[in-house]
């Protein structure tokens, strides 16, 4: 049946539509950066202040729905001069971060007039029982008040606070809430809990938190588990790891079974520095960050370079390949742990074999330290990424929607 005039038209923009709808740009992952917004507060800047100390402000910004209960300066004087440990300072704060979304409207909508929300405390896992949780309930004269949680679900009866006033809404993604004091609880402030994180098992961290195949080659590889744990519990100095995420390690895990017994330590010691970095300190400009990983008994070293691409730290290996830091999964007094997208290469695998390497013999260094040598030859091997992080959609895919319509509309003109 001949197609109208009326009716072609109709049926390109219909056409136009869908090619337009179907081929729009994904939403991004969480874009807000929460010291930007509470810079504009300078009542609050001491909070602002105290969320990036403790790595909580990275935390927030990876997340896609949170809200934050912001304490003014006045409120935050007597924790400050408390001189709490950083990691009991971290728990107090992390009862302020709630993984859902809350603004005004919201609060005063509450189903039965109370909600029980997690906080960071609750989702890290430090937290005993439901004491990471916070009840918000609405009070007489509409006043929304914030209770922290015992271990057992009950009102924890330590301290309760007062919603004040919106500071920062972006629906269903971030919300900051002025709120009247600092919350806090026996469980949050339990020196145990500074102890125990300076111990940290690294392994365990990464297992909890999407690292689970990376902890598996940990544990397998050589005496790579011991080397990590004594150099995170030393005292001497702090430890910093980067542990690549499952799907990385999967993609690279052919390469890896490949590897001489040497090489394989070298590559899972790579991601190890000594030093306590915070991500701060991380981002502070392009530097150079010793690794773990060593040549001939420690007499040539594989280095890290680091740098800050939008506000991203960006690992650059020495064989040129890049992985990007996407999550902190722990940052303590005296241990970080940094989740990556990809898994990062020391030197040029394309000649390692059962027997060794290339040029040199890979041998552990005199503070324990794998080697590798330094093949420097820019190969990337798989899982890992030649160049710096893409953006949310790529070009060409706009070229090839550009290209079927204007196919589509040539077609119906000579039809």
């Known amino acids: 049946m001949p197609v109208t005039t009326g009716g072609r038209s109709t049926l390109v923009l219909f056409v136009t539509a869908v090619v337009l709808a179907t081929t729009s740009a994904p939403a991004c992952h969480a ?30 910004n990876g997340r896609n729905t949170i809200t934050v209960l912001a304490v003014d300066d006045a409120h935050m004087a007597p924790l400050k ?43 890290s896992g430090d937290a005993p029982g439901s004491a990471g949780m916070v009840k918000i309930a609405e009070r007489r004269g509409g006043r929304v008040a914030f209770v922290p949680q015992d271990d057992a679900g009950d009102d924890a009866g330590s301290t309760t606070v007062f919603y004040v006033r919106s500071v920062h809404e972006t629906p269903y993604n971030i919300s900051v809430l002025q709120v009247s004091g600092v919350i806090s609880s026996p ?5 145990a809990a500074a102890a125990d994180a300076s111990r940290r098992n690294v392994s365990d961290v ?53 590897l001489s017994a040497d090489a394989r330590l070298a590559v899972v010691l790579y991601h190890g520095a000594p030093g306590h970095y915070s991500m701060q300190a991380l981002k502070a400009g392009d530097q150079d960050l010793r690794t773990m990983a060593s040549l001939d008994g420690g007499k040539s070293d594989f280095d890290l370079v680091v740098h800050n691409v939008r506000d991203k730290v960006t690992l650059v290996s020495a064989t040129h390949n890049v992985a990007r830091v996407t999550r902190t999964l722990a940052d303590e007094e005296a241990v970080a742990v940094y989740m990556i997208d990809a898994v990062l290469v020391p030197c040029n695998l394309t000649a390692q074999g059962a027997g060794g390497t290339e040029h040199g013999e890979l041998s552990s260094g005199p503070d324990g330290r794998s080697g590798g040598k330094d093949g420097g030859g820019g190969h990337v091997t798989s899982g890992s990424r030649a160049s710096a992080p893409t953006p949310c959609w790529l070009p060409r895919e706009w070229l090839a929607t550009s290209a079927l319509l204007f196919t589509l509309l040539a077609a119906f003109a000579s039809g």
């Open 187 to 191: 469980e949050a402030e339990a020196p």
């Open 31 to 60: 874009a807000h950066n929460i010291t930007a917004i509470l810079s504009g507060r300078r009542d609050l800047s001491e909070f602002s202040r105290e969320l990036a100390a403790t790595g909580l402000a990275d935390d927030i």
């Open 81 to 123: 001069a408390r001189g709490l440990p950083r990691e009991t300072l971290r728990h107090v704060l992390s009862l302020h971060v709630l993984v859902d979304y809350y603004d005004d409207a919201k609060l005063h909508r509450l189903p039965g007039g109370s909600a029980d929300v997690s906080t960071l405390f609750q989702a």
């Open 206 to 258: 990464m297992s909890k938190n999407g690292c689970g195949r990376f902890a598996g080659l940990v544990t397998a590889t050589g005496d790579a588990a011991a080397t990590f744990e004594k150099k995170a519990n030393d005292g001497g100095g702090g430890f910093t790891f980067f542990c690549p995420a499952d799907k990385a390690v999967e993609a690279f895990q052919p390469t890896f079974n490949r």
